[in-house]
């Protein structure tokens, strides 16, 4: 299984900001893969969200890891992370 996230949520509290940035990748056995995005402020009940097919690993990956230093070169922190390998020790 992939060591990449599967869910990942950061957030930017520095004054004056309250905002969130979460990627989701809906779970297939097969390619593509929908990279789901969602920003806004925290608390709202309508995030923006864009959702982007993704045909192979590398791609996938990339993306994320283009969205995780954007994120950080931003102010945001990482605030929680899911796994693919930590869904399936909850399976088990």
């Given at each position: ?5 599967v869910f ?67 102010g945001?922190?990482?605030?929680k ?12």
């Amino acid at each position: 299984m992939s060591s990449e996230p599967v869910f990942a949520r950061w957030e930017n509290t520095t004054p004056p900001h309250r905002k969130f940035y979460e990627i989701e990748v809906e779970l297939s056995l097969f390619y593509p893969k929908i990279l789901v995005r969602r920003w806004g402020r925290i608390g709202t009940r309508s995030p923006r969200s864009i959702q982007m097919a993704v045909s192979h690993p590398e791609e996938l990956t990339r993306q994320m890891k283009r969205i995780s230093r954007r994120r950080k070169l931003h102010g945001y922190r990482t605030v929680k992370e899911i796994r693919a390998r930590d869904i399936g020790a909850f399976a088990a």
